[in-house]
């Protein structure tokens, strides 16, 4: 209380949210701009090749920059590739800008995302996502978050990063049927099983494979 007044409380997380979400697009597009300035054509082209070996994808010559598997490598490329130099475009991109103190929780965060299965139930308010493997805690989105051409599905690849105290979705939302998604999660669970890696790092590179039929 102050004085005879309540606190408000819920308006107050409101603002510091907003300002979180600002905060951490603006360095989004900053990585973006670095990436497109410095990083040199040579690497970019290893790096798709490398994509193209986990998830089958070529790019043609007609390729637009804005289609699924674009959209896709976009958001791998920035996070989840390491370069010759052993490093993330990310982690090289903050390393050599000046950033805020604060940013450097977006920046682990990011490097903690990644794409994964979800199954999403409804409510007449939110899409409540429960993942596969439940790595990720369950969190909620909005339904006009939520993308439309989604709406109706009960599964789909979600990259969901945390900033603040929401998860926000990183990158392109992509449906799946239910017996896409029970035979790639049978695939997954035999999979990671087999690996050394922890479940994120196995998402990162082999994990992209679930892709493949979808490319």
Same mark, same amino acid.
């Given at each position: 209380?102050?004085?005879? /007044? ?6 107050? %997380? ?70 010759? /130099?052993?490093? %993330? ?48 805690? %369950? ?11 989604? %709406? ?41 099983? /087999? ?8 998402? /990162? ?11």
């Amino acid at each position: 209380m102050a004085g005879d /007044q309540p606190i408000p409380f819920l308006s107050w %997380r409101d603002e510091w949210q907003k300002k979180k979400e600002e905060s951490f697009f603006k360095l989004l597009g900053q990585i973006e701009v670095y990436a497109e300035k410095t990083i040199s054509f040579r690497e970019k082209m290893r790096a798709l090749y490398v994509f193209g070996t986990l998830t089958g994808y070529r790019r043609g010559k007609e390729t637009s920059l804005v289609s699924l598997p674009e959209r896709v490598f976009q958001s791998w490329f920035l996070f989840d590739y390491v370069s010759v /130099q052993r490093e %993330r475009v990310v982690e090289r991109a903050v390393r050599e800008s000046e950033i805020e103190e604060e940013e450097w929780e977006y920046v682990s965060t990011l490097i903690a995302s990644y794409f994964s299965i979800f199954r999403i139930k409804r409510d007449q308010k939110y899409c409540h996502l429960t993942e596969w493997r439940e790595e990720i805690p %369950r969190f909620s989105v909005s339904r006009e978050d939520w993308p439309h051409q989604a %709406r109706d599905v009960d599964y789909a690849f979600v990259r969901p990063v945390k900033v603040g105290v929401k998860f926000l979705l990183l990158g392109p939302v992509v449906p799946l049927s239910i017996r896409q998604a029970e035979e790639k999660i049978a695939w997954l669970r035999s999979r990671l099983a /087999q690996s050394a890696f922890s479940c994120r790092i196995f998402m /990162q590179r082999e994990g992209m494979a679930l892709f493949r039929d979808l490319f």
